[in-house]
């Protein structure tokens, strides 16, 4: 059984910040990739940020690069997302996802199991 638990997620206005956690837990591979989604209302849950299991590779979409910052700790199995200078248009329920691969990915089909999500509402 492997478990994600997103936490952090919140109301914050535009020009503020936050910062999302996963916590992973269960069945634990020697190596795997996680990831970033998030689905706003009537869209497609899209790609946000990935990262590989040394953390030495990290892919961005295009339109959080340079305000969101993907990193994790493999010895809390923990990973993070720092999100700064928010913008309405970030305001989204956020996925963690885990890939049984240690090469991270930007597509949504590559990963096996997804957590429950967190909200995250920016005002502007």
């Known amino acids: 059984q492997v478990q994600l638990d997103e936490s952090g997620g919140g109301l914050v206005q535009a020009g503020g910040s936050l910062r999302l956690s996963c916590a992973a837990s269960?069945?634990?591979?020697?190596?795997?990739?996680l990831g970033w989604f998030r689905q706003a209302p009537g869209k497609e849950r899209e790609f946000v940020a990935a990262?590989?299991?040394?953390?030495?590779?990290?892919y961005y979409d295009d339109s959080v690069r340079g305000r969101f910052t993907i990193s994790r700790d493999n010895a809390k199995n923990m990973l993070y997302l720092q999100m700064n200078t928010l913008k309405p248009e970030d305001t989204a329920v956020y996925y963690c996802?885990?890939?049984?691969?240690?090469?991270?990915?930007?597509?949504?089909?590559?990963?096996?199991?997804w957590g429950q999500g967190t909200q995250v509402t920016v005002s502007s």
């Open positions: 269960g069945r634990t591979p020697s190596s795997y990739a």
């Open positions: 996802a885990r890939r049984e691969s240690g090469s991270a990915s930007k597509l949504r089909e590559e990963y096996d199991y």
């Open positions: 990262i590989n299991w040394f953390g030495t590779i990290k």
